[in-house]
């Protein structure tokens, strides 16, 4: 499964950007799905899941309590808010269905750039 990552851009500093997670086959409320991101020049990187079944979410130190993941089953759609966001948030964000370890990763699907400069 290669999951469709949407709606990055650029924001200031302090901004807040919403970014979502599509496919068109799979039913995403069947799968845990995770956010992650690759900065310039570095390795991709979990960010934080939403697991199957219970819905509980997890989230690396550096995002908690600034991005929030959740599901809007009616559009199929896992999305990432980020809120309060940072010049070391700027990265190609990507989902996939698994949990914060990107070598389990198999493929990755488009990816959706953030940038956070002033």
């Known amino acids: 499964v290669q999951l469709q990552a949407s709606g990055g851009g650029l924001v200031q500093p302090g901004g807040s950007l919403n970014l979502s997670c599509t496919d068109s086959s799979y039913i995403l409320d069947y799968y845990t799905v995770g956010w992650f991101r690759q900065a310039p020049g570095k390795e991709h990187e979990g960010v934080g899941c939403?697991?199957?079944?219970?819905?509980?979410?997890l989230y690396i130190d550096s995002v908690k309590g600034r991005f929030t993941i959740g599901r809007d089953s009616a559009k199929n759609t896992v999305f990432l808010r980020m809120n309060s966001l940072k010049p070391e948030d700027t990265a190609v964000y990507y989902c996939?269905?698994?949990?914060?370890?990107?070598?389990?990763?198999?493929?990755w699907g488009p990816g959706t750039l953030v940038t956070v400069s002033s």
């Open positions: 996939a269905t698994e949990c914060l370890w990107p070598d389990l990763v198999k493929a």
């Open positions: 939403i697991i199957r079944g219970n819905d509980n979410t």
